[in-house]
């Protein structure tokens, strides 16, 4: 039987899993019955799935020859937003919804695992399903503390995501930058209260806030590269209690994205001038500021031997070269923590369309997905793995892998 007659076998049972993970979503290091439920279907496969950083599940499928170890990857946690969708599968848990798409990257990888089960003696080398928590806040790193690249060492990882922005029936992969880093702010501006009749005799810290907002936005447009995609962004403003009165202090957060290598060693150093702009037009405005920086995720790039691997193997399941699409956003994903260390491809797989209601951005509670995408998806990964061994996983040696920024 050929693999994709295989595949499509699985499709109820692969819509089913989706809708199952979607109606119990669960909030990032909180997801107890999500890991229960992978761990249980991989220990029914016949592999034997152990626990990592707390919910993590992680299983190995050895071939009939040894090789190198590829990594594939899929994200467990949900987002703490109300479900909008009139659906039968609608989430049960108030306030958390899988408005992302990480319940269907967890059914397509465990449908991917069934079937690879079944080709154990076409692989040469050793398969590591990981299903990682907590994707929104950085849980990766957890994860890599934790060993997953080791024991045995990855060589190589590939993920998967379904993207709403990208029509059905295609696939966005592409060589280099594919998502952005990511720090986040948190500010609060001190200034001094009093009267808005008399505001001489105060320091107001709402004037330095809507300076502070203006003039950081120069940051990409005169002291960064254009041809370097930079977004300053503020989502959260607060302060005063009435409005009459000159609060003494307003606080703002935020974020800075970029795609390239941010850091105080880079050229570009984003952060490093927003706190440099924000600390002068406070001191300006005779103001102080305390700013709070968290390094939440670094650019996502992609290796070009990866890529061009996942777009050959696109181009089969596809049917053509046309389907496979370039895709850059400048939104982020911890799965730029793997592909750091270990040659990586970060692929796109389309799911919007407009017929089924499903062209919903992402993280909006009405967010949902074309469900007739997620047989594509279990083939990227079934043919992606397999192809992998094939071509580039014909020797081990740990050739394909990449040092550790640090050195270690």
């Known amino acids: 039987m050929q693999i994709s007659d295989q595949i499509q076998q699985y499709r109820d049972e692969l819509i089913a899993l989706r809708r199952d993970f979607h109606r119990h979503p669960e909030l990032g290091f909180e997801e107890h019955r999500t890991a229960e439920v992978v761990a249980s279907y991989l220990k029914d496969l016949g592999l034997n799935p152990r626990r990592v950083a707390g919910t993590g599940v992680v299983a190995l499928l050895e071939g009939s020859r040894p ?36 319940d269907a990257h967890m059914a397509m990888l465990l449908i991917a695992a069934n079937v690879l089960s079944q080709h154990r003696d076409e692989i040469a080398g050793t398969i590591k399903f990981v299903f990682q928590p907590n994707e929104e806040i950085a849980g990766a790193l957890r994860m890599i503390e934790a060993g997953v ?14 993207w709403t922005p990208l029509s059905s029936g295609r696939i966005g992969i592409t060589a280099g930058p594919v998502m952005g880093g990511l720090d986040v702010f948190k500010m609060t501006i001190v200034g001094k209260g009093g009267h808005t009749g008399v505001p001489e005799d105060a320091i107001d810290p709402v004037i330095a ?3 502070l907002i203006q003039t950081v936005q120069t940051i990409q447009t005169r002291e960064i590269s254009n041809l370097k995609s930079t977004v300053i962004m503020f989502g959260k403003i607060s302060g005063g209690t009435k409005s009459n009165i000159i609060p003494d202090r307003v606080d703002l957060e935020g974020s800075i994205r970029f795609l390239y290598k941010g850091g105080p060693d880079s050229i570009e150093q984003p952060t490093e001038r927003f706190t440099r702009i924000a600390e002068q037009v406070c001191q300006t405005h005779r103001c102080t500021c305390q700013i709070e920086i968290i390094h939440e995720n670094i650019p996502l790039i992609n290796d ?16 053509g070269k046309d389907a496979v699409v370039d895709n850059v956003t400048i939104a982020s994903e911890d799965f730029s923590e793997f592909s750091e260390r270990v040659p990586g491809v970060f692929m796109f797989l389309g799911a919007g369309n407009a017929r089924k209601g499903t062209t919903i951005s992402h993280h909006n509670p009405r967010f949902d997905i074309d469900e007739d995408v997620l047989t594509d998806g279990v083939a990227m990964h ?11 996983g014909k020797s081990k040696g740990g050739e394909h892998r990449l040092p550790h920024p640090s050195g270690t």
């Open 304 to 319: 070009p031997q990866m890529t061009a691997l996942a777009r050959d193997t696109a181009a089969t399941v596809f049917g």
């Open 149 to 162: 690249l080791e024991s045995p060492a990855v060589d190589a990882v590939m993920g998967i995501h379904v």
């Open 209 to 211: 806030a809507a300076n």
């Open 382 to 392: 079934v043919h992606g793995a397999l192809n992998y061994f094939n071509t580039m």
């Open 67 to 102: 090789g190198p170890v590829l990594m594939l990857r899929a994200d467990m946690d949900a987002l703490p937003v109300i479900e909008e969708n009139d659906v039968d599968y609608r989430s049960e848990n108030p306030g958390v919804m899988h408005a992302c798409g990480h």
